[in-house]
């Protein structure tokens, strides 16, 4: 009997008020163990009277229980301490500095295992228990422990702030709903917060993608440097074998060549590992935000990640790109050796032909405009081309306005000409760097840009805005907005608008759309490479009357 006992550990026989061994311990009906002065202190403190409960399982006792001392359990005490305990609770259990402490443990505390959202308390393991075992708290919320559950109740009405106010965007209680909040839009906290961690998930995407897009960057930075050390190392050792030739004399400009070759090979290797080292860092701060943003979306009190949400989810727009331009290497150096070996050799002594060395850049492409000014600075006056439209359309506005109409349009048969979809394409193709705004009205439309060899005379999916590799496409609605490139859709949120900006770099590969109102708010950005030319244009569906015009705008 002796020797089992030593198996038990300390808590086993220990008090769950004080925590430490039983002293004089009593056995209430429902089967848990106390000491008499902890017991009868919790019942001399309790402000129920006369009902009394067990601080463990919560049942009630109708009259103050007699309490009479557990004999054998004392015994038992009392020969464990003989025979050996095992080790009390290591230091780290215990709640320290940072820590949440269970509130129920008296003396020295230790640290919660759980918070309950319901009952407005941290427990340790142990006080815990009461909350798998006992069917009154089946139904309760436990949550990571946390310090902060007071702030889950109302200030006003001393109640659990479970409803949500969109309208003034703040957590409320049920009695708020009816009262200061009546009339506005409300909702349970669990279903605001739901809302708002899928527009968490949607940013941490955006963030991997462009994670993802700049470690591309990098690699082309990375084969960048490597082609360089290539060219310039073949330049070197061709330029050596011409020079050789020419003896003495020529011994000092193969030096030089040499030189300028290595020269300038510094210099772009150094300018490509800057802009490298530029996207390394944002590398790094988008994966920490995207550790602030997952740290947020594990957390389990709704108000406390309704607090938190509005600093930690805007994610800030991606400030570059890189863009190789096309350049020579080295290999002209080379080909002007050559020819100083070739036609100059008899007169070297008097004359000196420069073999000079090609500039080579990599840049980052020009900042994205920030304001609508800005953006005007950019702006495209954009007309549709007849032969493109479809015949359920009709043009008007000097062919800057397309509406939806039910009678067929007696248009002339065209190769270019859309007959299935309610498309049209601009007559200009753009390049460079060009904005402009679309005016909508009526169910919704596709506004777009598109290679100019889409197909056009069919009704499948290679004719459709956004349906293949050919075309980019933002579905516009009164209710929601919808991205879509080669049949892959993107949800995309944002203020609703009757009028679309679109910019685009088309060297960087940039296509962005903006929703214009009194201000200018991103809804979805494309970062890509372009191989052609692009027009722009739209597809209308829905309402018969639907329209769409591309703005005059300066």
Request: aromatic share 8%; glycine share 4%.
């Given at each position: 009997m002796a020797q089992k006992g030593v198996q038990l550990d300390q808590q086993t026989i220990s008090c769950s008020i004080c925590l430490d061994l039983l002293k004089d311990p009593v056995t209430l009906s429902c089967g848990h163990?106390?000491?008499?002065?902890?017991?009868?202190?919790?019942?001399?403190?309790?402000?129920?009277?006369?009902?009394?409960?067990?601080?463990?399982?919560?049942?009630?006792?109708?009259?103050?229980?007699?309490?009479?001392?557990?004999?054998?359990?004392?015994?038992?005490?009392?020969?464990?301490?003989k025979t050996g305990l095992q080790d009390a609770p290591a230091d780290h259990c215990y709640a320290g500095p940072g820590d949440v402490a269970c509130d129920f443990c008296s003396g020295r505390k230790l640290k919660a295992f759980k918070s309950c959202l319901q009952c407005l308390a941290s427990y340790c393991e142990r006080h815990l228990q009461p909350h798998y075992e006992s069917l009154r708290f089946k139904k309760h919320k436990l949550v990571e422990p946390s310090e902060k559950l007071q702030e889950n109740i109302c200030s006003c009405h001393d109640e659990v702030m479970k409803m949500f106010c969109r309208t003034d965007r703040q957590s409320i209680c049920y009695l708020c709903s009816v009262d200061q909040h009546k009339g506005h839009d409300t909702v349970s906290a669990a279903a605001e917060s739901s809302e708002r961690q899928k527009e968490l998930e949607v940013s941490r995407l955006n963030i991997q993608q462009r994670i993802q897009d700049r470690e591309k960057d990098v690699k082309l930075l990375q084969q960048e440097v490597q082609n360089i050390n290539l060219s310039a190392d073949k330049a070197v050792e061709d330029s050596e074998k011409m020079f050789t030739e020419l003896i003495r004399l020529m011994q000092k400009r193969s030096s030089e060549v040499k030189r300028q070759v290595r020269s300038q090979?510094?210099?772009?290797?150094?300018?490509v590992k800057e802009v490298e080292e530029k996207l390394q860092q944002e590398i790094r701060e988008l994966k920490r935000k995207d550790a602030e943003l997952k740290k947020l979306s594990n957390t389990e009190d709704h108000n406390q990640f309704l607090h938190s949400y509005p600093s930690l989810s805007a994610l800030s727009p991606s400030t570059s790109s890189i863009q190789i331009r096309p350049r020579r290497r080295f290999d002209h150096v080379t080909a002007a050796v050559s020819r100083v070996r070739d036609e100059l050799q008899d007169v070297l002594r008097d004359k000196w032909t420069d073999v000079s060395l090609t500039e080579v850049d990599v840049?980052?492409?020009?900042?994205?405009?920030?304001?609508?000014?800005?953006?005007?600075?950019?702006?495209?006056?954009?007309?549709?081309?007849?032969?493109?439209?479809?015949?359920?359309?009709?043009?008007?506005?000097?062919?800057?306005?397309?509406?939806?109409?039910?009678?067929?349009?007696?248009?002339?048969?065209?190769?270019?000409?859309?007959?299935?979809?309610?498309?049209?394409?601009?007559?200009?193709?753009?390049?460079?760097?060009?904005?402009?705004?679309?005016?909508w009205s009526g169910t919704g439309v596709h506004v777009a840009v598109s290679y100019k060899n889409i197909s056009r005379a069919r009704g499948s999916d290679d004719c459709r805005f956004g349906w293949n590799n050919k075309s980019w496409s933002l579905d516009c609605t009164n209710k929601s907005y919808n991205f879509r490139h080669n049949k892959?859709?993107?949800?995309?949120?944002?203020?609703?608008?009757?009028?679309?900006?679109?910019?685009?770099?088309?060297?960087?590969?940039?296509?962005?759309?903006?929703?214009?109102?009194?201000?200018?708010?991103?809804?979805?950005?494309?970062?890509?490479?372009?191989?052609?030319?692009?027009?722009?244009?739209?597809?209308?569906?829905?309402?018969?009357?639907?329209?769409?015009?591309?703005?005059?705008?300066?």
């Open positions: 163990n106390y000491c008499m002065k902890c017991i009868n202190s919790h019942w001399d403190g309790e402000d129920h009277k006369p009902v009394y409960s067990c601080p463990q399982c919560r049942k009630n006792f109708p009259t103050r229980p007699k309490l009479e001392k557990n004999t054998m359990l004392a015994e038992l005490v009392e020969q464990l301490k090979q510094e210099t772009e290797v150094s300018g840049l980052l492409p020009a900042a994205e405009p920030k304001t609508r000014a800005e953006f005007l600075q950019y702006s495209r006056e954009i007309t549709l081309d007849p032969n493109t439209v479809n015949r359920q359309l009709v043009l008007s506005e000097g062919n800057r306005e397309v509406t939806l109409t039910s009678q067929q349009q007696s248009y002339s048969d065209h190769p270019d000409r859309f007959t299935h979809y309610q498309q049209v394409l601009s007559r200009e193709s753009l390049t460079g760097r060009c904005y402009w705004e679309v005016e892959v859709p993107t949800p995309v949120s944002g203020p609703r608008s009757s009028r679309v900006g679109v910019y685009l770099d088309h060297s960087a590969g940039i296509l962005s759309f903006y929703s214009v109102s009194e201000t200018m708010t991103l809804l979805h950005r494309v970062q890509t490479t372009f191989t052609q030319p692009l027009h722009t244009g739209v597809r209308l569906y829905g309402y018969i009357g639907s329209s769409a015009e591309f703005c005059k705008v300066k």
